[in-house]
């Protein structure tokens, strides 16, 4: 990724609801949410939803598809984990011990659930 791709991703998350519409919709991966659902879950006006979403959009950091009427918004993880990545890389300067609380930090949040047995 490009630096101004990275600041525009990150310009977008340093904002309070942005920052909690970016969140709200990682947890609701991968079904996703309309906008009006954004809106009231968050309690923000509408109008005022739209435009943190176009925000994030423009930021490449959520992606909307249109279901019948309802515009469907969700997290894209690919690029979240791409401007992750970009904030990473070369973190340890080849010192894995320096990354490693981090990488710690990170791996219990994100590990695959085993599928259940039945």
């Not at 490009?2 to 969140?23: G, K, M």
């Not at 709200?24 to 009231?40: H, K």
């Not at 690919?78 to 970009?86: G, I, L, N, P, S």
């Not at 011990?97 to 219990?108: M, R």
Request: charged content about 25%; overall charge neutral; aromatic content about 4%.
């Amino acid at each position: 990724m490009e630096s101004e791709e990275i600041i525009l991703a990150l310009a977008a998350l340093a904002q309070s609801t942005r920052l909690e519409v970016f969140r709200l919709l990682v947890g609701r991966e991968p079904e996703g949410m309309p906008a009006g659902e954004i809106a009231r879950e968050l309690a923000v006006p509408a109008n005022t939803m739209s435009a943190h979403l176009s925000v994030l959009a423009r930021a490449g950091l959520i992606r909307s598809e249109r279901r019948s009427r309802s515009i469907i918004y969700r997290a894209d993880l690919d690029r979240f984990r791409a401007v992750a990545t970009f904030l990473l890389k070369d973190c340890c300067g080849g010192r894995p011990e320096v990354c490693a609380p981090l990488i710690a930090d990170l791996t219990p949040c994100c590990s695959p659930k085993e599928p259940a047995r039945g």
